[in-house]
């Protein structure tokens, strides 16, 4: 506040002073007069001081960013000075994924100015290669060919199985086991023979 600005308001803290005056004793007026002597005279307001110290600790403190939630995963946040919000201008996130599922954006999100994320995140569930079907056979899965599904190879009457009968979608994005294939009950027979 302005000297200028403060002079407007001799006239008003004057009244205000000569009403606390009669009801405060010797001492207290005194103290009342250098008060405004000193708030008067010297163009300072504690009272702005104080409203910018406070609105500078809010700015800091106060959460800015919406809060992050990461489906099928998490974010472990750092703020700028250990404030206790986790979302305050300039928190830094490190996000990662749950097992069988995978991050698609940046690894990292800072809350920034624009009171927005630096990015946006996504855990997306991994999956495997599309199996392939076995000649005069097949397969069923459960949950298709998504991260911990299962698939049963079957043959055709006639044929036999060679390879894994059952597979399962890794977290590596791979199947389980050998490839199934189907062959005719009588060339199995004859390919056992042959081993022997």
Known sequence: MSTFAAVQ??????????ELLIALPVLETFEVFFSLFCIVGSGYSPLEDD???YARNRYKETPWC???KVKHGYANCRTPQGEYYKNVL????????????ELHGPQQLICQSSKRWSGKVLCKQKRCPTLSMPTNGGFKCLDG??????CEYYCSPGYQLKGDRIVTCMDNKVWSGRPASCVGYLLHMVLIASRK
Do not use: H, M, W
């Open 9 to 18: 308001y001799v006239p008003q803290l004057i009244k205000k002073a000569k």
């Open 145 to 150: 060919a998504y991260f911990g599904s299962r």
């Open 66 to 68: 919406s809060p992050i």
């Open 51 to 53: 409203e910018d110290v």
């Open 90 to 101: 300039g928190t830094r996130c490190d996000i990662r994924c749950q097992k069988g599922y």
